[in-house]
RNA sequence: UCCUCAGUAGCUCAAUGGUAGAGCAUUCGGCUGUUAACCGAAGGGUUGUAGGUUCGAGUCCUACCUGAGGAGCCA
């Protein structure tokens, strides 16, 4: 029986006759000869087709095939300079699985689309090679973020998606029906139930899907994205900074080892990722504040930076920013305020750069019990709803801290993307909830 | 939610207020090394929807719908 290989495997088997399973990616042909190229999901392979050592039937069968028609192709596999990947099949059988029809081809032709048509068609866009390549960085960020953690000591602790109530008490949140009369809410950040398992196990980490109802319309922003949550207990900001410039320079690196073709086939500069070294570029709020008003920025001490601050703050730096120590007044009721100044708080963000913005969030915790209730009080929330999470400051607290990195921002960047939508399979926005 | 821009063939786009067109895709024909193959021919339209101005509207005006980019907020 002919042996059945992926196409990447082709080059182990030149000079070998195998079987491929895949699909029609394209056809070129004249009267006498046809190149059906086959995408298996692992690469391109162009097969040739030469009537004259074929029967009639088949050659006719490959000549009048459609566009990403099934099919499983037999034959000999050659190196070839000519062919893109440098492998080649001189094809000698094939099986069509299911063919296209010409009344209905295939939507997605080899020309430009526009956005709404391809986002219409996201189930089918997903089979063309650069999503195919955005989809296998994503894959490598996400294998190199669990390997960094597994390997560093932390414990997976994956956190409710079905919360009672805000986190955060800021942020608008999807409301779903929970049975009989009760309302639940969709997650956006399992840091509070983190909190509670880093007191558990010292030091854990959650990995899973974040929602937020925010009608936010920009290219930065989905409604449901992937999240990566560690938090330590015994831990301080400099541990929580030191952390997070860690696992990005081991994502990198990760990536560049592994995803050297799809970057490549991305057209991204890797040389600026290879740039991406510790310890990167660290920056106290107050300095930012300066250095904006400094470029002419409007910035008033006390506000949050905005789109165009953070492309200003970053436009010198070859790598990461770190910017800690915000003012208490925009962040949320949780953070630990600075022993030195109480105005600000020990929370720090992490700026991509190349104009990638905020990617990471996260700082030290409040872990004193009254501190802790005069914020909630502070911020209006309902007390009743944080019970638990009060608990955790009465039973053995400790300074803890961690932070939250969005995937798909992390993906765009590393990928050198124009928008975020195309980090995910299935991107969930503003007005987007098809397919 | 606000601001800006766009909507014409399956797709990407053209068309001074005066007969709606091209490339790709599809169908038919040709071509033995193609690289988004090429050459020839054919079919394909309620110009987003509803009103209005005008002798005449794809084009101008109003409202709505849909989409894109940005703002605020955030990862």
């Given at each position: ?22 699909w ?34 088949l ?93 560093h ?13 805000a ?86 690196g ?6 050297a ?79 030195d ?12 750069p ?54 798909e ?22 007005y987007?909830?098809?397919?």
């Amino acid at each position: 029986m002919t042996p059945r290989i992926t196409i990447d495997e082709a080059g182990k088997h030149a000079g070998e006759t195998v079987q491929i399973a895949g699909w029609l990616y394209n056809l070129r042909r004249s009267g006498k000869i046809a190149f059906p190229i086959l995408r298996d999901g692992h690469g391109l392979m162009q097969c040739v087709a030469v009537k004259s050592s074929l029967p009639e039937e088949l050659f006719e069968t490959v000549k009048n095939l459609t566009q990403e028609s099934s099919i499983i192709v037999t034959g000999k596999v050659r190196a070839e300079q000519r062919a893109p990947g440098g492998y080649e099949m001189d094809l000698e059988g094939l099986e069509v699985v299911q063919r296209v029809t010409e009344a209905d081809p295939y939507p997605i032709t080899p020309k430009d689309h526009g956005t709404e048509f391809l986002m219409d068609h996201r189930h089918l866009w997903l089979r063309s090679q650069r999503q195919h390549a955005i989809i296998r960085v994503r894959h490598a960020v996400i294998k190199a973020v669990r390997d960094y953690f597994d390997s560093h000591g932390f414990t997976l602790v994956d956190t409710p998606i079905f919360t009672p109530a805000a986190c955060e008490g800021t942020t608008t949140l999807f409301e779903v029906d929970y049975f009989d009369d009760n309302k639940a809410y969709l997650t956006q950040s399992g840091q509070l139930y983190n909190e509670a398992t880093a007191m558990a196990f010292g030091k854990t980490y959650c990995f899973g899907p974040t929602f937020r109802a925010e009608k936010s319309k920009t290219r930065r922003h989905l409604t449901e994205f992937w999240m990566v949550e560690p938090e330590m207990a015994y831990a301080g900001l400099e541990d929580v900074k030191r952390v997070a410039e860690e696992m990005l320079v081991y994502i990198v690196g990760h990536v560049l080892e592994t995803r050297a073709e799809e970057l490549k086939r991305l057209e991204r500069d890797v040389a600026k990722l290879e740039a991406i070294q510790a310890p990167f570029a660290r920056m106290s709020y107050d300095e930012a504040i300066r250095i904006l008003q400094a470029k002419g920025s409007e910035i008033q001490w006390g506000s949050d930076f905005g789109g165009a601050d953070e492309t200003l703050l970053t436009e010198d730096q070859k790598g990461p920013l770190m910017v800690d120590r915000f003012p208490a007044s925009f962040k949320a009721f949780y953070f630990e305020p600075a022993p030195d100044n109480p105005d600000v708080v020990l929370g720090v963000d992490v700026l991509a750069p190349e104009g990638y913005g905020e990617i990471i969030g996260g700082g030290q915790r409040i872990y004193d019990l009254d501190l802790l209730l005069k914020r909630i009080e502070d911020h209006k929330l309902p007390k009743e709803a944080f019970d638990w999470y009060i608990d955790l400051r009465k039973y053995g607290a400790v300074p803890h801290g961690g932070f939250g990195m969005g995937i798909e921002r992390c993906v765009a960047w590393i990928c050198g993307l124009e928008h975020i939508r195309e980090t995910i399979a299935f991107p969930r926005m503003l007005y987007r909830l098809r397919p």
